[in-house]
């Protein structure tokens, strides 16, 4: 049976997701930014809590994982670099880690950049990527502790999934990526289009996580650091694809 996938809003603008096998009952959390929004989430499904599993460090990634565990007696995976800084971890992983989720594959990819040691998850079998605070709808997270290079090098890793993927990102901040994204590209009709229908959404206080694969690698100017197209959109032709990558990145800073 088809694994579900339950995005649940929490504190301002972040987002947790509940992934939950209807054969076996069980359910793994990724990321717990608090713990009440997911407790209501869980106490209305009658589901219980099997595993957390941790991207990266934030506060607001892993502020309710203590009392989450606490209360469920569940394990918590995360990023072997990472341990120094995260709550006790139960399995230590990392780039190229593979796990069992009820009987289907997880995959670990190193996505560092945003901090050192950030992580996703991805599920070959539900179509699923939880990439956090690295690849995010219409963007991607701001490099804090990592280089330029490292965050290109994990959004090509990411680039590389089936164009079919689901993305699962951390936060609510696509119609200020759009904003962003539209003085990059404004010529590019997809983009055009997607925005659209991001502000539609948006109105509604409907979310616009997760997204396609697909659809970032048409739109999402950080994705798109190694297109002709994109590199004569910034006058940057010749330039390497890290160069390009680097320049967008220090726009959206400025933005």
Known sequence: MPIEIVTIPCLQDNYAFLIHSPETGKTALVD???AAAI???LEERRWSLDAIWITHHHGDHVDGVDTLRAAHRCPVVGAANDAHRL???DLEVGDGSIFDFEGH????IDVSGHTVGHIAFHIPDAKAAFTADSLMALGCGRVFEGSFAMMWDGLCKLKELPAHTWIYSGHEYTAANAKFAMTIEPKNSDLVS???DVNARRAENAPTV???LSEELATNPFLRADSPILKAAVDMRTASDIDVFTE???RKDRF
């Open 32 to 34: 717990a930014p608090e």
């Open 39 to 41: 407790s209501s989430a």
């Open 87 to 89: 709550p006790k971890l």
């Open 105 to 108: 594959e997880v995959r670990v």
């Open 194 to 196: 997607r925005v659209r």
């Open 210 to 212: 997760p997204s396609l």
């Open 248 to 250: 967008i990145r220090r």
